[in-house]
């Protein structure tokens, strides 16, 4: 069975970078449509980012816009979260997914990683 293992969380003040990494543990994986999701304490999973398998298309939230940029790396299976200009409203646990088609919805996804926490201080 294919998992995707995150890595890269951590603590950092505000105004500095991160990059996540999720790596699919198959030899051969994909075509997938890849997202980055995030969960505070107290509030629903959230789309933070998507790509399309080939990176034609790609989705943000509102409040990521300009500071987060999502790739994906197929050689090495691994898609990345480069997450700049970070803010304490960016702490969450962070959660990489694979579905058949690029959405915004959780329900857009079938497989998911473990999480990895991100905290921003001020």
């Known amino acids: 069975q294919v998992m995707l293992v995150e890595s890269g969380g951590g603590y950092v003040q505000a105004g500095g970078s991160l990059r996540l990494s999720c790596a699919a543990s198959?030899?051969?994986?994909?075509?997938?449509?890849m997202g980055w999701f995030r969960q505070a304490p107290g509030k629903e999973r959230e789309m933070v980012a998507a790509?399309?398998?080939?990176?034609?298309?790609?989705y943000y939230t509102a409040s990521v816009k300009g500071r987060f940029t999502i790739s994906i790396e197929r050689a090495k299976n691994t898609v990345y979260l480069q997450m700049n200009s970070l803010k304490p409203e960016d702490t969450a646990v962070y959660y990489c997914?694979?579905?058949?088609?690029?959405?915004?919805?959780?329900?857009?996804?079938?497989?998911w990683g473990q999480g990895t926490q991100v905290t921003v201080s001020f």
């Open positions: 198959a030899r051969t994986f994909g075509p997938y449509a």
């Open positions: 997914a694979a579905g058949a088609v690029i959405g915004t919805t959780i329900e857009a996804y079938h497989l």
């Open positions: 790509s399309s398998w080939l990176g034609r298309t790609t």
